[in-house]
């Protein structure tokens, strides 16, 4: 597999993404061109995130150049293949989504007040909050501008899709109504959030290569659904325990307040079972900070080896199978199987 879209696609596992969604010869030949295309989308993103020069491009820049997956381009240039392939308004589209991923990084990272981002400090630790949240909609806007490129249909989807994001972290921010279950909030907030721009990365591949509109749908349901999954993984991986390569402190999320999929499910647990109830008491943010590294870290060992660790990989499967479901209208071949182990390696990953 070419090297520039084993980095595009990210190295994550021994075994990379591009490696197990293009692993027999017969689907070489779509690698090649899916390779080509995650090429010109990095010389596009290069150029989009050149501004005024001087330290707003290099704040601009800082998160692209960090690295990134590029997951949601290869999508779209995926679904692409169900009509003319890679055209060039299909890798505009997928720049605009990619500077949108972007652009709400910057955004997140100021709500969560997070330290790190792909490895580096993020940016608003850098350069503080102001700056971060700019960046964020200078990004914003230059993706907007791409998009309007393509026509109408183009920017309503976009700004369907940015709606969705935006109320996502605001009902995340709110948390869920007293009347409402929290699991079903949870998730809606993790389709809004993510399901979301890979959904709106899948079918603007198919529109813009002229693809079948009978495909569109399908599409759309099968990446929210995976992207639903792949959140579900990571509120695991959360919670994993440390290892040399990244050297991570297991329950980042856990530590910090957020209700995870298996902190709500004990929090289920918990009105029944007075040993869930008191674990629960022993993860909130502050009895973790205040436990100390040994008694904390136990605790976040107990979560992970409880039920509900289980029940939560156990739910992130079924999307996935739910996901690939959704594919059953597209044509055998290349695009529906790839898509099918994309699903597959979701939730395989472990990191």
């Known amino acids: ?20 969604l293009f692993s027999t010869g017969e689907d070489r030949r779509t690698a090649r061109v899916i390779e ?3 090429e010109e989308l990095e010389a596009r993103l290069a150029l989009e995130t050149t501004f005024t020069g001087g330290l707003v491009d290099v ?35 997928a720049t605009s989504i990619e500077l949108t991923h972007l652009a ?87 389709a809004d959030k993510t399901g979301s721009l890979i959904s709106a990365s899948a079918q603007l591949g198919v ?28 509120d695991v991986i959360d919670i994993a325990p440390s290892d040399e390569e990244t050297g991570k402190t297991p329950g980042t999320d856990v530590r910090a307040g957020v209700a995870t999929l298996p902190v709500l499910y004990l929090r289920e647990q918990a009105a029944s079972d007075k040993t869930a109830a008191a674990l629960l008491e022993r993860l909130s943010p502050e009895a973790l900070e205040a436990d100390g590294a040994a008694a904390s870290g136990e605790a976040i060992r107990m979560l992970r080896e ?7 990989i156990d739910e992130a499967r079924r999307y996935a199978r739910e996901a690939v479901e959704a594919l059953a209208p597209l044509p055998e071949g290349t695009v529906k199987k790839t898509l099918t182990r994309f699903a597959d390696t979701v939730v395989e990953r472990t990191s």
Request: proline share 4%; net charge negative; hydrophobic share 40%.
């Open 207 to 234: 529109i813009f290569s002229n693809g079948d509109a009978r495909y569109e749908q399908p599409v759309r349901d099968f990446g929210e659904k995976v992207g639903i999954a792949f959140q579900l993984v990571d």
């Open 306 to 312: 409880n039920a509900v660790t289980r029940r939560t």
């Open 36 to 38: 080509a295309g995650i």
């Open 104 to 190: 709400s990084l910057y955004h997140d990272d100021v709500m969560d007040d997070a330290d790190q981002r792909r490895g580096v400090p993020s940016a608003q630790k850098v350069w503080g909050n102001s700056v971060a949240i700019l960046t964020g909609d200078l990004l914003f806007a230059r993706a907007s501008a791409l998009l309007a490129r393509l026509g109408e249909r183009a920017i309503r989807l976009q700004a369907d899709t940015f709606e969705r994001l935006c109320l996502g972290q605001l009902n995340e921010t709110i948390g869920p109504a007293p009347e409402a279950d929290p699991v079903e909030h949870y998730i809606a907030v993790l």
């Open 1 to 20: 597999m070419p090297s520039s879209l084993r980095r595009a696609t990210g190295r994550s596992t021994p075994l990379s993404l591009a490696d197990r």
């Open 59 to 93: 704040v601009s820049r800082y998160l692209l150049e960090a690295g990134g997956k590029r997951v949601r381009p290869v999508l779209a240039f995926l679904t692409a293949q169900l009509g003319d392939g890679i055209t060039d308004e299909v890798i505009t589209a």
